[in-house]
């Protein structure tokens, strides 16, 4: 394999991996958010009194959960922008 | 593999990623703000006098749960219009 | 891999994506608009009174979830019309 | 590969794809429609008299549904019979 | 590819697109349909009075639903009888 | 490809998609057949007095059902009988 | 492809559809008898009195998801016993 | 494909299929049955004084749904003993 | 494909579809008869006075579950020690 | 394929089924003892009275259950140490 | 296929088996023993009282359960220290 | 395949088998000490006397459950540490 | 296999396993945090007084579960930035 | 196969599975310890005084939980850092 079949195959993975990991990624914080706001909301027509702790809880909450979705959005910038494999590759490859 | 394929397939998983991230990562916050939504207007029905409060929260989560709806959208336009591995093969085809 | 190949492969995963992206990213909004409209109806029939707030909720929530298929939709027109992948095959192979 | 494949295949996922869109993508609506149906039946036997708001709200959600199954029939037949690479295809070749 | 290999594949994909069109694209509506026959049921048996609202409103919602069952027979006779591909290859096969 | 396996692959195509139009095809209707069923008795059982309105919306909502279970037996039997490629093929082959 | 090969793949192909199509095409249909029979059963209890009416309804419940069973049924034997495709192959076959 | 080849397949497929066939098939039937039969004794334990007409109703579902479970063993014993192909070969190979 | 590798396929394949038909065969027959037993208890304990009409109704239905396992272990053991196939393909190797 | 590959695959396929045939085989009837223990519980739970009566049916229960855990052990030992195929394969290796 | 290759297969199949029927194989009694545990507990959390003949059922419940586990556990050790098949084909390596 | 080629692939599965067995085989038990933890907490809520009992039999319970997960990571450990077939070709390989 | 492929083939799966590590091993913290929120939400609702209590209990859960997806996060840097692999590839490619 | 490509591949797959363990195995925790959380949030919320056991018996079972995890991020570790089969084949290629 020459290094622009290697150069290659490593851009087009993290083109793959960067949509995998963000498209699949954030489907379970979606969900997730989807639950807690859902029952934000029925706590609230609950109990409209203790409105100010729902809402601080939900918000810890959320931000808990989306935390994970920053964690996959970040590997695909990771993979897009900043890929350690593709800097060295590329080096190598300018470098020839 | 020379320059042109390597282009090509390069192109080929960007459209293929372009269309996964948006098509599949959608999926999961549409399911989830139906979830809030009909949460909200059971809420509503259930507690009329907390809708002020109740649809703040909901707007609120509703923009939380779209946030990962438009990671994926931005993922996809990215490698549609912004994609780094396709400029830099650009570049080195038409330089060739 | 020559010119005509790489056009026709990119012609082809911009139909297969075009049609996945709509046919299946449109499930899951209209699944969640199901479940929103389904409690909209639950609600009303709860609370009779309260029809204006419901509806208005609702509206906002239905325009939100149609917002990620709409997405949806947008990608799968891009990559049959406005395509820069193709584009610029297009323009080498005439310019070829 | 040459222009006859090209077109060949442009055509083979063309029928594919306008199946497959129109097939998988009416479930999700079907579905949604099922159960929208389904609760304004409830209910409507719930709350007789609120028949009115009831069968109003059902309807708006039904054609917010059937706008996503629709999407799917319209990408069925503009790959059918407005496909913008079979049209190229052809014209390159019956100038050949 | 020879044009009698190009037109079989043809003939092939358009068969089993058409099978998979209609006998997938069934599965929704019918269970969508059995949903709202089955909600008509519960409603009539728990609120008999309002009959008429009630089977007027299923029948409206059965025609909805039974529409994108109509969307993938449609798509299937389409691709048995008046396939634009097919017409197209035909023609040059015979022309040939 | 000759003839003979061009006519052999569209019977195969054609006997495969038979079957499976029709096996998978009904189990839609079937399951949601008997969910309407299941309803319909269990609203006999809770209101008695309404038999001859409950019993008449089963006849309907089973004929709309069953009608999607029909669709798919018939193409199960275009495939078998009335197959127009297969028609052409056996046409070519003899004239051969 | 000879015509023995043929003649081969026509009879593999009807003997693993015929077991398909039954195999799994009766799984829908039992099912939903396990569930009218199991709806009928707690109508029973509920409503003894009502075992006239129940019994008739479940009949003809289980008649109409019968038909769906027995569709699979009849496409299985037309394959092992009256497959057009078949028969042509073989008069070809002793013809040769 | 020589005849001895041909022959194999034969075979080979019919073992697969008659124990797919039976394997997968009562699966649908035995899950019936189960729920069947557990409604009836729910129903036993609710109004024993019925026990008469709940066990007539539970033999006569039973039946039913004992049938769909025959199909399949019937399928497997033709592919095993009665299977149309096979014999056919072996005449042909014993003729030979 | 000569007398060894014919004969070798056939068991191989009788192997592989013995296991599969008893091992997943008797998933579904052990899920029902869980479900049977869990209901037979459940009753038990509702109406302890009628346990002589509820253990009858359940050996009955234990031995209509029990029989679709049966059917599968006896295709399995037909498979393994009076496979028609194998005893021709053994007869004509010996007989080689 | 000589007799060392033709024995081979059938030790292959031998030990590949009897992992498979216990491994999957004995997830249905865990699971059902599962359902079925957990049921005696709740009943003994609310009848302690009949605890007699309940432990038994429980044991006959299990015992039905067990019997399908034991078809699948059966097989793989039958497969690992009694296997027809094996047995004639290792007779004609050590006759050669 | 010459020895080394055939003894190399057997011992990779027998790690391959080893794994997945203890890995997959334990996963159907872990959840039914968490669901005997879990309804113990319950049942201990309503009647006290009954906490012996409670104790008593759930632990020879937990051991027929957790017999098809070591089943699972057996036929994996089985095929690591004591394979019928292996054990033959190291003595014919060693003896060859 | 040579003794190198041997005792890598040997040492492939057996690395992908530990990781399967631990991976997989630990989300049975971790669901079932998920499930049994939940309900001893439930538990204790209805039925704060009762503690020492609900503690003790949950311990015995998780005891148990764990024993399934220890079964998964004890083979997947002999894979890693104690492997006879990877002793036995390293042995092979040294005394070459 | 030169150095070369060897390196790429290492940069390869670290990219795929980086992003499939923390896209999907996200989904089960995230879904899991999510139904803990919920749950904290309806405790307040449903015991304001004790919202101490339940929120302090929340951050320690939420800190377990977030330590799953931490697990998963730390695999996919340690692969991306302190691959043990790949560091001793480069070396001796370097090296070379 | 040469050393070269034998070390690659067990560094290929040793990544692969500590992606793979990591990734999928935290799964199943980390639901579980979501479900244990939440079960004892309403725990508290139903009792708040037994709030000292409720948190007690919470750390156990947490602790119990996260054990699995850890034996599945273990295993990871070990494939990375501590791989047996990695050491002796980096051994062999030093020594080379």
Not at 12 to 23: E, N, Y
Not at 75 to 94: D, H, K, R
Request: proline letters at 3%; aromatic letters at 8%; glycine letters at 8%.
């Amino acid at each position: 394999m020459d290094m622009i079949s290697s150069t290659t195959f490593i851009a087009l993975v993290s083109i793959i991996m960067a949509g995998i990991t963000t498209g699949f990624g954030t489907m379970g914080p979606a969900l997730a958010e989807g639950k807690a706001v859902s029952s934000a909301l029925m706590a609230l027509a609950q109990q409209p009194d203790a409105s100010a702790t729902i809402t601080r809880t939900l918000f810890v909450g959320l931000a808990m959960i989306e935390s994970t979705a920053i964690y996959c959005f970040v590997v695909s910038m990771i993979l897009l922008y900043a890929n350690p494999f593709w800097n060295l590759a590329i080096e190598q490859l300018v470098g020839k």
